[in-house]
């Protein structure tokens, strides 16, 4: 059975202070996780730091929400894998529908960061996703398998099961508007079989593929009871300890 992992991408949101009161609810609503469950909190760069420290010890794993292609350099703004590594970052979400929108971020991109990320042995959350446009155009197949051979080129066999895929509806990310569990099955079912065109099926099965776009409280045990969907990446439930703990309860075989 693959493992589900619920990951909280905390966006721009929460300064210190409010990492430390978030980063403190978390910890007494769920001391322990359910058996086949993790969750990776990702806070922005400033409480990455703080997070660490109060998470050791704790069921909680830490992620960023981007990181550079880059080792090290003259590249002003920007943070590099290993220093992620340094504050206790063990997954990096990458290409983010928000960071291919307004960064320009591009499949190739996402690819030379995933690598990058994989390299100094972060696990990558890689995004992918069509937008309300596309899937009104009946393209949504093209897009999505455009998007998983272009992040994925060149990855190891051997790599890959480092890699978490989430497929996240552009149209479905703050909106309130989430894809049906049956929506989201068809995607994921889509994004196994990708990958064992690429690799094989024996590996295809082991991949953790997360839905994210408005999962909440009350809509996460039934997409995450479909066959193909491995865990959730959310986005504003997760900004308060009661709703993001619910979802990792629903996350419960
Ligand atoms: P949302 O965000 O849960 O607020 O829709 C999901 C995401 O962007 O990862």
């Not at 001391?31 to 969750?39: D, E």
């Not at 569990?181 to 065109?197: D, F, M, S, W, Y």
């Given at each position: 059975?693959?493992t589900m992992i619920i990951a909280g991408n905390w966006?721009?949101?929460?300064?210190?202070?409010?990492?430390?009161?978030?980063?403190?609810?978390l910890?007494?609503?769920?001391?322990?996780l359910?058996?086949?469950v993790q969750s990776v909190l990702c806070p922005?760069?400033?409480?990455l730091?703080?997070a660490g420290?109060?998470l050791?010890?704790s069921p909680f794993l830490l992620g960023a929400q981007?990181?550079?292609?880059?080792?090290?350099?003259?590249?002003?703004?920007?943070?590099?894998?290993?220093?992620?590594?340094?504050?206790g970052c063990t997954f990096v979400i990458?290409?983010?529908?928000?960071?291919?929108?307004?960064?320009?971020?591009?499949?190739?991109?996402?690819?030379?960061?995933?690598?990058?990320?994989?390299?100094?042995?972060l696990r990558p959350i890689?995004?992918?996703?069509?937008?309300?446009?596309?899937?009104?155009?009946?393209?949504?197949?093209?897009?999505?398998?455009?998007?998983?051979?272009?992040?994925?080129?060149?990855?190891?066999?051997?790599?890959?099961?480092?890699?978490v895929?989430a497929?996240?509806?552009?149209?479905?990310?703050?909106?309130?508007?989430?894809?049906?569990?049956?929506?989201?099955?068809?995607?994921?079912?889509?994004?196994?079989?990708?990958?064992?065109?690429?690799?094989?099926?024996?590996?295809?099965?082991?991949?953790t593929?997360q839905?994210?776009?408005?999962?909440?409280?009350?809509?996460?045990?039934?997409?995450?009871?479909?066959?193909?969907?491995?865990g959730a990446l959310v986005?504003?439930?997760c900004?308060?300890?009661?709703?993001f703990?619910?979802i990792i309860?629903?996350a419960?075989?």
């Amino acid at each position: 059975m693959r493992t589900m992992i619920i990951a909280g991408n905390w966006k721009m949101y929460k300064d210190l202070h409010e990492t430390k009161e978030l980063v403190t609810a978390l910890k007494a609503a769920m001391p322990s996780l359910p058996g086949n469950v993790q969750s990776v909190l990702c806070p922005p760069y400033t409480s990455l730091a703080l997070a660490g420290e109060m998470l050791k010890g704790s069921p909680f794993l830490l992620g960023a929400q981007n990181m550079s292609q880059h080792d090290e350099g003259a590249y002003t703004g920007e943070v590099s894998a290993k220093m992620l590594k340094a504050t206790g970052c063990t997954f990096v979400i990458l290409g983010h529908s928000e960071r291919r929108q307004y960064f320009g971020e591009t499949n190739e991109l996402v690819n030379a960061k995933a690598r990058k990320a994989l390299a100094a042995g972060l696990r990558p959350i890689i995004c992918v996703g069509e937008t309300l446009a596309e899937r009104e155009a009946g393209v949504m197949a093209q897009i999505i398998t455009t998007q998983i051979k272009g992040v994925l080129a060149g990855i190891s066999p051997h790599e890959m099961p480092n890699c978490v895929i989430a497929y996240e509806p552009v149209w479905a990310i703050g909106t309130g508007r989430t894809a049906t569990p049956q929506q989201a099955q068809e995607v994921h079912q889509l994004i196994r079989k990708l990958i064992a065109q690429q690799y094989d099926w024996a590996l295809a099965e082991r991949i953790t593929i997360q839905y994210g776009g408005s999962v909440k409280p009350d809509n996460a045990a039934e997409i995450l009871a479909q066959n193909d969907v491995d865990g959730a990446l959310v986005g504003g439930a997760c900004l308060k300890a009661d709703s993001f703990s619910a979802i990792i309860k629903a996350a419960q075989a």
